[in-house]
């Protein structure tokens, strides 16, 4: 155990519906990261936080999702209207610090089914 | 753009063997590497990193070897145990970038008892 827990562990859900995912980083770790990652696939970068600030999101991250940490803790990220091609693990990490450096410790990710 | 890239997408050893599990890499902006395990089920867990201007660095039972000339990358594991079996990622950072990894595909490592 990491210390960064997501919720829920599994998500089924149908096409066209709206998924929303809960991450709770390492209480004292400013930067939140959340990842996509497809079976047999290296995680992919969605998005990252540095506390409430969303500073850069992939071209993975469509129109369709949405990420926020509006206090600078826990974070969520919103999929609307499911297709898919979004079934995947999505993984959260969280790391701190103001230098270079700094593991990210990885959550047990999210696994979405959409069927 | 940038890539990081296995060598091998499946290993099988011998339980007290040594393992070696290789990476390349594209981009000679990358700065800082990192090994990754990942159990089923689990998100992955940090084994080690290296930085660019290092070109070996050791941790318990693991090394990691750094060859900026080749762009190339690789993760020793020395005595393999069943509870090693797992994919094992590599992942980098451009430089000037402090915050997003860029993965690999990974290799899945089999430890045979």
């Known amino acids: 155990d990491t210390g960064v827990s997501q919720d829920p562990r599994h998500k089924i859900t149908k096409r066209g519906q709206n998924v929303t995912f809960r991450c709770d980083p390492i209480?004292?770790?400013?930067?939140l990261y959340w990842y996509r990652q497809t079976l047999g696939q290296g995680p992919e970068f969605l998005t990252y936080?540095?506390?409430?600030?969303?500073?850069?999101k992939s071209r993975l991250l469509s129109d369709r999702f949405s990420a926020e940490r509006p206090k600078g803790s826990f974070s969520t990220l919103e999929i609307q209207r499911t297709e898919q091609g979004d079934s995947a693990m999505y993984l959260c990490?969280?790391?701190?610090?103001?230098?270079?450096?700094?593991?990210?410790?990885f959550g047990p990710g999210t696994r979405l089914t959409v069927l | 753009g940038e890539s990081v890239g296995l060598h091998l997408p499946t290993l099988s050893v011998q339980e007290g063997d040594n393992s070696i599990i290789n990476c390349a890499y594209s981009?000679?902006?990358?700065?800082?590497f990192i090994w990754y395990k990942q159990e089923s089920g689990k998100g992955p867990q940090f084994i080690i990193d290296?930085?660019?201007?290092?070109d070996k660095r050791q941790g318990q039972r693991v090394t990691v070897l750094l060859n900026k000339t080749v762009k190339h990358l690789s993760l020793q594991i020395a005595a393999t145990q069943p509870g090693d079996s797992a994919v094992y990622f590599c992942?980098?950072?451009?430089?000037?970038?402090?915050?997003?990894?860029?993965f690999g595909k990974g290799t899945l490592l089999t430890v045979n008892p």
């Open positions: 936080f540095q506390n409430e600030a969303q500073l850069e």
């Open positions: 990490a969280s790391s701190w610090g103001q230098v270079s450096y700094n593991e990210q410790f």
């Open positions: 992942a980098d950072r451009f430089g000037g970038s402090n915050y997003k990894l860029t």
């Open positions: 290296i930085r660019s201007n290092m």
């Open positions: 209480s004292e770790h400013n930067r």
């Open positions: 981009n000679s902006a990358s700065d800082y």
